[in-house]
């Protein structure tokens, strides 16, 4: 089943919360979720210890040698596989980018995270030059102004239009509720009072998702086209 790795060798950029909304968002909407920790700083993994509910199940940083059998284990058993990266490029990341069906690189909407964003494109298709195949991989734009869209935000994604690198239609907004997923240990289906703006949040969420599980479709159409 889709392998979806959060990638950047940029820490900060909004990895783990991301692919906290993603996997949290793909549970909710009924979907079994197995997220792989692959980051020494444990976050997902701390997260889904200390939550009251499983959201999805969570597996302990595996170490370079054994990411490969992990992902390959899990997928055959859960529909979604989410894998958090650590914000280096290492052996860990590039096995882990091997076995992606999807390869999401957050960034914030600045000119440094850009710059920062291009080292991770290149390790994604370098990766898939030594294995001959193209690894798909989309820009994320996370903590943006939900107001508006800066002069940043507009001048990167023209670059990247230019570039033609793909990047996701929605972006994630900076929110309360998205940090407060981690101060409560809650997702955002099961935060309420905690944090203002939570229902703005989940229709964030949700779009993301959509767009997500909609890549994942269109790309599983263009295997069966070619097979
Ligand atoms: N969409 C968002 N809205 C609000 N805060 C965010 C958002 N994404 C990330 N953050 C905050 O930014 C910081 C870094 O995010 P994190 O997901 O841990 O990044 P990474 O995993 O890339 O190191 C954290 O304090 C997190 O709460
Ligand atoms: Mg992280």
Redesign the pocket.
Known sequence: MPVIS?A?P????????????LASGLAHAGASVTVIDG?P?R?LFNWSRNADATVFQCSELPSDNEILDAIEETATRSQFVIV?LE?TANLAMSRAISRTDLVVI?LQASPVDARQASRAIKLVVDEGRALRRTIPYRMLF???NPAIATRDEREIRAQFRNAQIAAFGVA????????AM?THYRSLWDLSDEATGVDK?RQNAAAFVAEVTQEIRNQQKAQEKAS
């Open positions: 959060f950047s940029k820490g900060g950029v909004g990895k783990s919360t991301s692919a906290l909304i980051d700083n976050t958090d914000g957050p996370t903590r943006v994630l907004n900076d929110r309360a509720a998205f940090r981690f949040a």
